[in-house]
């Protein structure tokens, strides 16, 4: 069992950049592969990031390679994702993610996070 806090959401306008945190409970941080998802008012939630246990690989959505950027500090028990050349588009709630399996893709999520709400100004 893990518990997963996010933060670091907020407003920003369109070319900017957030930088999400989603901190996790317990001291089994690393044998997760970690995730983020969004959900965006009235769409399904989709697969954005994840990263390997070690940190060593990532895997991205189509939609936000090469703007974001995911990674973990185990000694922290956080994983992040750095969001730049934000887009209106990428308005919606992200969600924190931890999964037993070592697959990045496909992402198969155990526990989830309560989520951050991000809104993309034009």
């Known amino acids: 069992q893990v518990q997963l806090v996010e933060s670091g959401g907020g407003l920003v306008q369109a070319g900017g950049s957030l930088r999400l945190s989603c901190a996790a409970s317990?001291?089994?941080?690393?044998?997760?592969?970690m995730g983020w998802f969004r959900q965006a008012p009235g769409k399904e939630r989709d697969f954005v990031a994840a990263i390997s246990r070690s940190g060593v690989s990532t895997y991205y959505a189509d939609s936000v390679k090469g703007r974001f950027t995911i990674s973990r500090d185990n000694a922290k028990n956080t994983v992040y994702l750095q969001m730049n050349s934000l887009k209106p588009e990428d308005t919606a709630v992200y969600y924190c993610?931890?999964?037993?399996?070592?697959?990045?893709?496909?992402?198969?999520?155990?526990?989830w996070g309560q989520g951050t709400q991000v809104t993309v100004s034009s």
């Open positions: 317990g001291r089994t941080f690393s044998t997760y592969t």
């Open positions: 993610a931890a999964s037993y399996s070592g697959s990045l893709y496909p992402y198969e999520s155990d526990y």
